[in-house]
């Protein structure tokens, strides 16, 4: 059994279903990160798995020990997990001591201990010298600090953390996501990390778990679960991606022949894929090469026509009709395309993933 | 008329012939000076009167009620204690805006003091000859109508044949005795009376018995009525005489040693609008018919000619002691305050 | 010609707004504030005045003595006692009965929140009387249950006594803690409790350490608002503590005047030692709320969650409800009772049931049936008056930037601290005199209820265009229509449930004002609260409660329109207003 480990969890609020059969392992000591679009149920399995909600069917287990199940669930305060909020939650009746000391004191850790390890704490946070203060008087991001120094000085083997990040301004976010990460490799607590914004999911995770509509629809690396995306809901979720309806000519094992009007294409595929059903071709936009230079082994090219192009600074955005269905290109700058000029893209084999689906999903 | 009657007269007299201030001219009052110059059909045209009166509303109504039957006028009262009426006549004297015809108070002192400020028009009328001339004002600007004698007013299923029959035996029922004085200190004149006749010992004594104390005479009845406490003191004989004709459990007695009376005087106001309706009125109300409405009210009428309220003790029969309003009013201020000191609470000073 | 035009149409528009503002933005306005001004300025200066010895001298020997008398010195006393007592009471009743609504999921918190809401809304002088019924010491129906359940010799509880003051105006002014602790509760976010939680926080530790600090500054803000009312309810303190023989200040400033010959000099001295109390009360309330409020630090959307408290939530809902019961229950309770028995006194049976007092109350005491009239005339017009001021105070704030506004605002908002005995000796002072001798006339009555209700009507108006975006008026303009036009077509139609709302707020608390009125009164113009008053004073109980309950009905039928019309729930139309 996995370190955490998540078996058949339903939710429900009245009879909207928020969650419906999570099945989820996670490892000590890795970074997990629940993705996902708004309402989908992140924080929904984060609170279930703080103990805060009761799951209406499944268990959660952690280190062997059933902590969750329909019948009973150990209370958040014995659970010994750390919590950040997205709103930071800080106390603002107590100065930064105070709010960092909190847990130790429950923990009935010696005075002068708690000194020591909040100082510490503090320090690893970046906050010394603001012991005094109250949080009304700390900038968004140090109250952030403050959160994460509240739960890390307990040391919990878990950290749940729900948006953490999504109060702060862009440039502030960057910088605590390096320091969030290297704070996690450092500890070695495990992180399970809630965001909406998939950047932030990769930058930071050993392992994404997409959600949409209370389930989960893939799990794994942030580089599998980019290039390799399970379904169109994923694909689109991870980033820009074409999405080129076809029609399934012939499959073996994982690669299948394609036809998107006239031309045909080489793909990737998943075993699921049912041959009378609509088929999609997800390409990455960054993934296709413009030119009329010769076919490449291991690579796919297509016949299509320019349309328009719109230079964006460092790229240059190309908008390319491939049998009547509009792509888009991210060339770069030196390449230039008069509108109506007939253009070949090239896309590695291993770029065009084919799956189920219509593009109006 | 006894010898004790005749000693509340000469307390009277005193009052009356007491110095004040007399800047006013009597004669500018509007509208009749006596009774044989009322208009009744300008009265009738001015068609209601305004009253100021500290007397029971029961009885209010009840002479109102006979007097708008048969003359179709209407009479608009206020009712407060008796330092309600007088002060709110003062204060809208005060603001120029007398709203009052007549004022009616059970507080001589109250309406020397309008006299004093030139607030009361002298009305002569010979139907006020069976009143003692003790009992006006030698100028007429008031006149004594009733003659409320402070009474031991009792619950008879808690003392039975045994009531406390004296001041004194009334300071052994501790913490069963109830009194009244508005916190403007309505009640001062007769516990002033009772003290200067009996001593302030009484009084402390009175106090240590923890008597309740209640803001108007009706209270007093109510209480004793309902057995919350056995006694009261300074009860007005009617609300004791009507108490009883109700059948109520309670019976009131006139004290051998002496009883404090309060005369209670009325006086047209000279800034009237309606001076005509409130002669009238004031007529009516001083005349035989209103004061035999007084009297079925349980009140004892201040006119000769009128019996004593039915199965009431004749006054003659009884040892009566007269306020001294003149003392009263002048040293008013310290009495209150002294009052203060025995009782607690509020007395308006 | 042509080229001429645009700028005659031009000059023309000029010409016309410069006009239409003098004549009706001027005229308007203008009259609005000099009659705020004449209202509550002009009786605030007589106030001062008044405690100098004006008219007769000035001088300061008046104050000396004043403050030197130890009727005054008990008084003051008493007061300071009151409002301690009260203060801690609504403290203990207040905060657990809100957190018990706002935090838990003990059953029919609903109802338990309307219930607080009721015991507010009741005129306090009806809960002294009810009270008078219930815990007399006699023949108070709670006494008698005691005796009967106990064997009691007499009734063991005495409702005419500090504890019994203190309990009755506890019950009605702990509102203030309870609605500035419930909301406070309900905006501390569930993180914050969370956040303690999974740092191994147990419930009991989690609400004592943060929950409790965070409300902290809404209850010692809301025990302080307790307080500074407590002081200000002449009427419990009159019904309850003048049988008691203690003496408050407002209790003791009637006496001063209601006394003949009246004392002036004492009465403005008086009242404005209670103003120097309601002040500072006030600023300390508001600095320490300012200082240290935490609880309204995003005003995005809060979650909350509620407690389960398992069967807890049944005690709890017992305590609350014995809680709302002395509050509001059974002081209506008692008042129905009473305005339908013949007999107080006599127990509830059917042959004890009568109209008769109804009967009495609303067609033939005459006092009764003048109060009636009155109050509904006074609080028509002064509502009416007062919007008017109000909403043309609040159109100077928000919408010009006529210098001296913040000053009339602050002015319009004043008199929500004034006690209304102060107000009441501060209009006699002013207005028994030349140039405007209104003293026993209906019309300083009138005078009174506006300048005591304008700060609720001014708030209101304040509220309701700050709502209105005020490019729907300039559109207007735009268009050609003239200042008058645009806040008859547009502003008015606009704020017109706002401004009914604010009408109402005034018209409510100013039919059943006792405090001011009964200084203030003559034959003629009695209100209802004085007919209940006056007929209690008689012993006319059973006639009283119908009276009272006459009130209730009228008094309850309108707050809840308010509560409809502004679509929220109680806490947030409440106002601190002090009144009774
Ligand atoms: N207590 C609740 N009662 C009813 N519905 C709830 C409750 N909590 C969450 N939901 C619903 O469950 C769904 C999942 O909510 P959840 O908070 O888990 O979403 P999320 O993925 O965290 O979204 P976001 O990114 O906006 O925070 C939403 O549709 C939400 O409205
Ligand atoms: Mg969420």
Request: hydrophobic share 45%.
């Amino acid at each position: 059994m996995a370190f955490i480990d998540i078996a058949g969890i339903d939710k429900r609020f009245g009879s909207f279903k928020a969650l419906s059969g999570i099945e989820l392992a996670i490892e000590e000591r890795e970074f997990v990160t629940f993705l996902g679009p708004s309402g989908c149920g992140k924080t929904t399995m984060l609170r279930t798995l703080a103990g805060f909600l009761t799951p209406d069917s499944g268990t959660i287990h952690v280190g062997g020990k059933l902590l969750s199940s329909p019948q009973a669930v150990v209370p958040p305060e014995h659970r010994r997990m750390g919590m950040v909020f997205q709103n930071y939650a800080v106390w603002p009746h107590m100065s930064v001591f105070e709010n960092v000391a909190f847990g130790l004191r429950l923990l009935k850790v010696e005075g002068a201990e708690i000194g020591e390890r909040v100082s510490r704490i503090l320090d690893a946070v970046g906050l010394r010298g603001l012991e005094k203060r109250h949080p009304g008087q700390l900038s968004g991001g140090q109250q952030q600090r403050v959160a994460l120094a509240r739960s890390l000085v307990v040391e919990p083997s878990i950290l749940l953390l729900d948006e953490p990040l999504s109060n702060l301004d862009a440039k502030l976010r960057e910088r605590m996501r390096t320091e969030l990460k290297t704070l996690q490799r450092r500890t070695g607590i495990t992180f399970i990390y809630v965001t909406h914004d998939q950047a932030e999911a990769m930058a930071l995770s050993d392992r994404i778990v997409v959600f949409n509509q209370g389930t989960v629809q893939q799990v794994g690396a942030p580089r599998d679960v980019y290039e390799r995306p399970a379904n169109i809901f994923v694909a689109d979720f991870m980033g820009l991606v074409n999405k080129v309806p076809g029609k399934l000519v012939e499959r073996r094992g994982t690669s299948a022949r394609v036809r998107i009007g006239e031309q045909t294409i080489e793909a990737c595929t998943s075993d699921g894929i049912d041959p009378n059903g609509a088929i999609v071709v997800a390409i990455r936009p960054e993934a296709i090469r413009l030119g009329e230079a010769a076919p490449v082994a291991g690579n796919n090219v297509l016949a299509g026509k320019l349309v328009e192009s719109t230079f964006l600074g460092n790229i240059v955005d190309h908008q390319v009709d491939v049998s009547g269905s509009l792509m888009r290109v991210q060339g770069d700058r030196q390449q230039a395309f008069e509108p109506g000029a007939n253009v070949n893209l090239i896309v590695p084999i291993t770029e065009c993933v084919a799956m189920q689906g219509d593009t109006s999903q | 008329m006894s010898i004790e009657r005749r000693s509340v007269l000469k307390g009277l007299a005193a009052a009356g012939t007491a110095p004040f201030i007399a800047g006013h001219a009597w004669s500018q009052a509007a509208g009749p000076s006596d009774a044989g110059q009322i208009d009744v059909e300008k009265a009738k045209a001015e068609g209601k009167v305004v009253l100021y009166t500290s007397l029971d509303t029961q009885i209010v109504d009840a002479i109102n009620a006979a007097f708008t039957k048969k003359y179709g006028i209407e009479v608009q009262y206020f009712r407060g204690g008796s330092s309600d009426v007088t002060g709110k006549v003062l204060a809208e004297a005060d603001a120029g805006r007398s709203q009052a015809d007549m004022v009616d108070a059970s507080d001589v002192a109250g309406l020397m003091l309008m006299k004093e400020r030139g607030l009361l028009k002298p009305f002569k009328s010979p139907a006020m000859d069976p009143i003692a001339k003790e009992l006006r004002d030698p100028d007429g600007t008031w006149i004594a109508d009733r003659l409320t004698q402070a009474v031991i007013h009792y619950n008879t299923k808690e003392f039975g044949s045994a009531p406390p029959s004296t001041w004194e035996d009334l300071t052994k029922a501790s913490g069963r005795l109830v009194y009244f004085s508005s916190s403007s200190g309505d009640g001062a004149p007769r516990l002033y009376t009772l003290a200067s006749n009996f001593g302030w010992d009484l009084l402390k004594k009175l106090a240590a018995t923890k008597p309740l104390r209640v803001q108007t005479p009706q209270v007093i009845a109510q209480v004793l009525e309902r057995g919350e406490r056995g006694a009261g003191f300074l009860q007005n004989d009617n609300i004791a005489w009507r108490s009883k004709r109700q059948g109520k459990p309670t019976d009131y007695l006139f004290p051998a040693e002496g009883v404090p009376t309060e005369v209670g005087a009325c006086g047209l106001l000279k800034s009237s609008a309606r001076p005509h309706a409130a002669a009238l009125y004031y007529e009516w109300w001083m005349g035989p018919e209103g004061q035999a409405i007084l009297v079925k009210g349980g009140k004892y009428s201040s006119r000769t000619d009128v019996e004593p309220p039915e199965g009431s003790v004749p006054l003659s029969k009884i040892k009566l002691i007269a306020p001294d309003h003149v003392e009263y009013k002048k040293n008013k201020s310290q009495i209150l305050d002294r009052l203060a000191a025995t009782f607690g609470g509020e007395w308006g000073n | 010609m042509q080229a001429a035009a645009p700028a005659a149409v031009a000059d023309r528009a000029n010409g016309r707004s410069i006009a239409s503002k003098i004549s009706f933005q001027g005229l308007v306005l203008g009259f609005a504030v000099a009659l705020l001004l004449f209202l509550v300025g002009y009786p605030l200066l007589w106030l001062f005045l008044g405690s100098l010895g004006a008219p007769q001298s000035l001088g300061l020997e008046h104050l000396q003595r004043a403050f030197a008398r130890p009727q005054n010195y008990a008084a003051l006393v008493n007061t300071l006692q009151l409002a301690l007592g009260t203060g801690v009471m609504s403290v203990l009743i207040g905060v657990p009965l809100a957190w018990a609504t706002s935090r838990t999921n003990m059953p029919l918190r609903y109802v338990i929140h309307a219930l607080v809401a009721l015991s507010y809304i009741m005129p306090p002088y009806l809960t002294a009387l009810a009270y008078i019924f219930l815990l007399g010491p006699e023949a108070g129906h709670f006494n008698r249950l005691l005796q009967g359940l106990f064997g009691f010799e007499s009734g063991p509880l005495n409702i005419f006594s500090m504890p019994g003051v203190i309990f009755v105006i506890g019950i009605h002014v702990f509102a203030f803690t309870y609605f500035l602790t419930y909301s406070a509760l309900k905006s501390v976010d569930a993180s914050l409790e969370e956040s303690a939680q999974v740092l191994g926080a147990k419930r009991w530790q989690t609400t004592l350490r943060i929950n409790l600090p965070l409300v902290a500054p809404a209850i010692t803000g809301g025990a302080l608002l307790s307080a500074i009312d407590s002081l200000a309810l002449f009427g419990p303190q009159a019904i309850i503590g003048t049988p008691a023989q203690i003496v408050f200040l407002p209790t003791r400033i009637y006496a001063t005047i209601g006394s003949y010959p009246p004392r002036w000099a004492e009465a403005s001295a008086l009242s404005l030692l209670l103003v120097f109390l309601t002040v500072a009360g006030l600023a300390l309330q508001r600095g320490y709320l300012e200082r240290r409020s935490y609880v309204t630090v995003s005003g995005k959307g809060v979650r909350t969650q509620l407690l389960n408290l398992g069967p807890a939530r049944w005690a709890l809902l017992a305590f609350c409800l014995t809680i709302v019961f002395f509050s509001a229950i059974a002081p209506v309770g008692i008042l129905t009772l009473n305005a339908f028995s013949k007999s107080w006194t006599d127990p509830l049976s059917l042959s004890n049931l009568t109209l008769e007092h109804f009967h009495t109350a609303l067609f033939l005491d005459q006092v009764a049936v003048r109060g009636i009239i009155n109050s509904f005339k006074l609080a028509t017009s002064a509502a009416a008056i007062a919007v008017l001021i109000g909403a043309a105070v609040a159109y100077l704030d928000l919408r010009t930037n006529v210098r001296g506004r913040r000053v009339l605002d602050y002015l319009a908002i004043l008199p929500l601290g004034l006690p209304g005995t102060v107000m009441a000796v501060g209009i006699l002072l002013a207005f028994i005199r030349l140039p405007i001798p209104i003293y026993g006339t209906i019309w300083i009555l009138l005078a009174a209820y506006v300048a005591r209700f304008i700060p609720l009507a001014t708030r209101s108006a304040n509220a309701t265009f700050r709502q209105i975006d005020p490019s729907l008026e300039e559109a207007g303009r735009i268009t050609g229509a003239s200042w008058f036009h645009v806040i008859r077509r547009i502003l008015v139609p606009l704020s017109r449930p706002g401004l009914l709302v604010a009408f109402l707020l005034v018209f409510i608390p100013a039919f059943g004002e006792l405090s001011a009125t009964i200084l203030l009164y003559t034959g003629g113009t009695e209100t209802i609260a004085i007919a209940i008053y006056r007929l209690n004073d008689l012993g006319q109980l059973e006639v009283v409660s119908a009276l009272a309950v006459f009130t209730i009905v009228v008094v309850l039928t309108l707050a809840a329109l308010v509560s409809w019309l502004s679509g929220s729930s109680w806490s947030s139309s409440e106002t601190p207003a002090v009144r009774g």
